[in-house]
């Protein structure tokens, strides 16, 4: 009421003619009526003149006026934030609040100080090779205090208001590529689960692979990370990764990973074992101890991870396909192999310097690429697995097809490139003789693929 009183005042005030920025101690009228978020209160300030670019002290955070109207619930909010934007304030204006911390990520660290276990073995990995993602070129990040922008972000009060308010101030080319608390608004957005204004970022430049500095690494790292899980059911959880997928976000990007002294390099998938890990009770309690609501929690973590491991593999598979297979898999072949006593003398006088190609080591069923130890398939030395439970795995799943396929095309392969007589009776060969004949013929093709292989290298890079 006294509020109401108030405001017919100002308003009779200005009507008069009053200076709409007479403030002898701040905040100036503007401010009033933006947290009263009393839109045809403003619209009048505004229609006289009142200026945009005022600020609270720093002690409250050195807000503007728009900082204020964004976060306005209701549409309200979306009304004042368009009577501010018309009178074209600076859209990208820093808040006085660059050392705070986003709210859920401060449980988290006290979440991690409480866990303090090892989660991962970390070995110092190097990550995947720069051949397997596509290296940022974007602009630079820049760091500061909140814009409007990342306050419009991170509420969580209305999705469809916030995403309007969104729109609105990416349509006057608000930056929405620059940080906070190590956030950017897209990160925000995916960590205060509002998809809509997801799209709406991703639609207005929002880069998905922005390299983040706090938390999260990048914007998969959020949508992959067990803080912000609550936001989401599985399914949009998974959808929001494809979202981000689609959008062009590189699961392969690397991700390094802490823990006390120790880090590695790995990818998001990495991460998010990482922060699935962190979490003791459902990560190491036996399925049936766990409550009714916990097995919930369980199942779509494994889910998304199932999900994320499946999209990596793809990935690795697609960029592979790049190189030359036969090539790749002696790389491959040659790193996995115990050097033997004898293949020094062997190789002699005739050694030939192998052109390795930079591979990505991982649990071809897992995703694992760091905190674990890595061993061949031993029929193909394509592919890696981390234990016995993921080889088994993934031969039943996927990898006996595709293992005894890969045999018959490289051999296949050898024979095409070898020209010579001799390789070409191998192939005659019958069923049964299938294994011993495959090793035979691989040998063969190697040989030839050495002198070969070099030429088209030469070639490729013409
Ligand atoms: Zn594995
Ligand atoms: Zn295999």
């Known amino acids: 009421m006294r509020q109401q009183k108030r405001w017919e005042t100002i308003q009779l005030l200005l009507r008069r003619g009053a200076d709409p920025n007479a403030s002898g101690v701040p905040p100036h009228l503007l401010f009033f009526a933006v947290k009263a978020a009393d839109a045809e209160a403003v619209k009048l300030l505004l229609e006289r003149g009142a200026r945009t670019d005022v600020c609270l002290p720093s002690k409250v955070g050195g807000l503007t006026p728009l900082h204020i109207a964004v976060s306005i619930p209701g549409e309200e909010g979306v009304q004042i934030t368009q009577y501010l934007l018309h ?20 449980t988290q660290a006290r979440e991690a100080n409480l866990t303090g276990g090892v989660t991962l073995q970390l070995r110092n990995e190097a990550g995947p090779p720069q051949e397997y993602f596509s290296s940022y070129s974007g602009p630079v990040t820049e760091e500061g205090e909140r814009t409007a922008l990342h306050i419009a972000c991170q509420r969580e009060d209305n999705s469809e208001r916030a995403r309007d308010v969104i729109h609105l101030l990416l349509m006057n080319h608000a930056n929405p590529n620059i940080l906070w608390s190590g956030h950017s608004p897209l990160s925000l957005a995916i960590a205060s689960g509002n998809d809509l204004a997801v799209v709406e970022l991703l639609k207005h430049g929002a880069d998905p692979n922005l390299t983040l500095s706090g938390a999260v690494r990048s914007a998969l790292c959020a949508a992959v990370s067990t803080v912000y899980e609550q936001q989401r059911t599985t399914a949009q959880r998974i959808a929001l990764v494809d979202k981000l997928l689609e959008a ?53 973590r494994r889910s998304l991870l199932e999900h994320i491991t499946a999209k990596l593999r793809e990935r690795v598979i697609l960029k592979e396909k790049e190189w030359d297979r036969e090539e790749l898999r002696r790389s491959k072949k040659l790193d996995s192999a115990v050097p033997r006593r004898d293949s020094k003398k062997k190789g002699g006088s005739h050694r030939v310097e192998e052109v390795r190609l930079p591979y990505f080591k991982y649990c071809y069923q897992c995703g694992h690429s760091v905190g674990v130890q890595l061993s061949p398939c031993m029929r193909c030395h394509e592919v890696f697995t981390c234990s016995v439970t993921c080889r088994s795995k993934s031969w039943n799943e996927q990898h006996r097809q595709e293992c005894s396929g890969l045999l018959e095309k490289s051999t296949g392969q050898a024979a095409l490139d070898a020209s010579s007589a001799a390789c070409k009776k191998n192939v005659t060969g019958k069923k049964g003789e299938n294994v011993r004949e495959g090793k035979d013929q691989r040998r063969a093709g190697r040989k030839s693929k050495v002198g070969i292989g070099g030429r088209e290298h030469h070639r490729k890079n013409d």
């Open 87 to 106: 009178s074209a304030p600076d859209l990208n204006a820093r808040a006085d609040d660059g050392n705070e911390i986003y709210g859920p990520d401060k």
């Open 248 to 300: 062009g976000a590189d699961i392969l990007a690397p991700v390094t990973l802490r823990e006390g002294q120790r880090k590695a390099v790995g990818t998001p998938v990495d991460y998010a074992y990482y922060k699935y890990y962190q979490d003791r009770r459902i990560a190491h309690t036996p399925y049936h101890i766990l409550s009714a609501s916990e097995q919930e929690v369980f199942q779509t």
